[in-house]
Nanobody, 129 residues
């Protein structure tokens, strides 16, 4: 069974940067589309899409709120997904989750949480002065 473990969260000031990692074990990430989602305080029922990447890495997509600040990438040789977050804002405060879904479509990923079958446990990101 594919297992995902996020790391890299923390408490930072507005304008700072963080890089989140999502390490996979149990299976190779080859063939898996990946996504980052987040769940803000007080919004326990809302896990919103942040960024997604196809299994080839050739196609990526972002939520409007993070476009031009966040970058998703992957290293299939290291079985790891990344999220580089720059110019962080207080509204980025949330628990961040990585998700994976096996697919035969090289350019596919989804912004719908229901399309992913494997999830990590989350890592907390807090942006505050």
């Amino acid at each position: 069974q594919l297992q995902l473990v996020e790391s890299g969260g923390g408490l930072v000031q507005p304008g700072s940067s963080l890089r989140l990692s999502c390490a996979a074990s149990g299976f190779s990430l080859d063939g898996y589309a990946m996504g980052w989602f987040r769940q803000a305080p007080g919004k326990e029922r809302e896990r919103e899409f942040v960024a997604g990447i196809s299994f080839s890495g050739e196609r990526t997509g972002y939520a409007d709120s993070v476009k031009d600040r966040f970058t998703i990438s992957r290293d299939n040789a290291k079985n790891t997904l990344y999220l580089q977050m720059n110019n962080l804002k207080p509204e980025d405060t949330a628990v961040y989750y990585c998700a994976a879904q096996y697919t035969l479509m090289e350019t596919w990923f989804s912004d719908d949480r229901n399309h992913y079958s494997s999830w990590g446990q989350g890592t907390q990101v807090t942006v505050s002065s």
